[in-house]
């Protein structure tokens, strides 16, 4: 069993357009993040919610939004796709507010705006 | 807010020699120091952690040691082989906080 799954894995799309990537632990885990990775390999803090309240929103366009229904699940939609959208999209999740315990990543979605 | 600085961001090395890849961070109320490695492609994953209370952690092949005074920590990789070959990620966080801070990544090749 996956403990935390994107879908999809992969996305190509055109400038544009207005796409969703999803996540879902099966981990208990209270808390779920959404990280970019741009091309230097750089891990950026997107969002962050416990237990389906947003507590981390960094400075990211907003075009960008999360959707967290319940725990189990965080959401990303992207409006209006532009070139520099372009990147690796990681989801995470880790135990209640126990940042000390390490995150659990997700496989990634490799976002390709074209 | 933490900030966290990794070198270097690049490292090659011969098989069978020594890696080292240092971090320093700057919030004197951080007290947990895992390290991820990422394989080409694939997610990061955990591989060593270290906590305050302990200046050093093995696992095999793999050591991390921490300075608090210095506010530096320091990942150790031993007879390096072909297949350790990854980015590496050091990252800081504090109980306190609800979020790692990570360093910018250290690409390492391992040569055969």
Redesign the interface.
Known sequence: DTAVSQTPKYLVTQMGNDKSIKCEQNLGHD?M?WYKQDS????K?MF?Y?NKEL??NETVPNRFSPKSPDKAHLNLHINSLELGDSAVY?CASSPK?A??Y??T????TRLTVV | GENVEQHPSTLSVQEGDSAVIKCTYSDSASNYFPWYKQELGKRPQLIIDIRSNVGEKKDQRIAVTLNKTAKHFSLHITETQPEDSAVYFCAASKNTGNQFYFGTGTSLTVIP
């Open positions: 808390t993040y230097k390999k750089f891990l803090i962050s416990n507590i981390i990681f507010g940042v000390t390490g995150y990543f997700g496989s990634g």
